[in-house]
């Protein structure tokens, strides 16, 4: 799927080398590891990896922060699977029970309109404006920061002591363990 969509995503992400296009590659990128969580975007009905999210560069203490990317398949986007996925990455990230983040950021191009209405649907607000933040097709790209904190976040405890969540459990992943 990535190499099908490997021209699509030209555009918004940096040059990899033709290894990252690889099954190995990324199933190493779906397992777990200390400093970050990638997961498969699944299709509900059909059981079809459709996309994937990452939550990278996950800090320990005092910190406690992720960026967060994500991408979805040509043919699946307009669908809501982004922010449905975000909006569960964002219940594993804050949860007591999941990984206790206070923060996460995203970093989205000025003219990926549909990637930041994910992220302004999902909650996260426009921060800041980062010059030559990321390589991209030979270039230094300008992207919006965006992001939120465990305070901001919908399902935040409240002040009862209740928690109010959104949408269900993390996508399932594959390569997960």
């Known amino acids: 799927m990535l190499l099908r969509n490997r021209g699509f995503l030209k555009p918004f992400e940096p040059s990899r080398p033709d290894s990252y296009f690889t ?5 190493t990128r779906l397992a777990r590891s200390e400093t970050g969580r990638a997961f498969g975007i699944i299709e509900g009905e059909s059981g079809e990896l459709v996309g994937r999210l990452e ?3 996950i800090t320990p203490p005092p910190a406690l922060h992720a960026n967060l990317g994500y991408w979805v398949d040509q043919g699946h986007n307009g669908r809501g699977y ?3 996925a975000v ?3 964002l ?3 804050f949860d007591p029970g999941g990984l206790r983040l206070h923060r996460i950021q995203a970093a989205v191009m000025p003219r990926n309109d549909r990637s930041i209405r994910v992220l302004e ?3 996260l607000r426009r921060e800041g404006f980062a010059e030559r933040y ?3 097709g030979g270039r230094w790209e300008d992207h919006w920061i965006y992001a939120i904190t465990a305070e901001e976040w919908p ?3 409240t002040s009862s002591g209740g928690r109010d969540r959104i949408g269900g459990g993390f996508p399932k992943s594959r390569g997960q363990r």
């Not at 099954?23 to 199933?27: L, S, V």
């Open 55 to 57: 939550l990278s560069a």
């Open 82 to 84: 982004a922010t449905e």
């Open 87 to 89: 909006a569960a990455a």
């Open 121 to 123: 649907k999902s909650g």
């Open 134 to 136: 990321l390589e991209i």
């Open 91 to 93: 219940a594993q990230a």
């Open 155 to 157: 399902g935040a405890v």
């Open 23 to 27: 099954e190995e590659w990324q199933a």
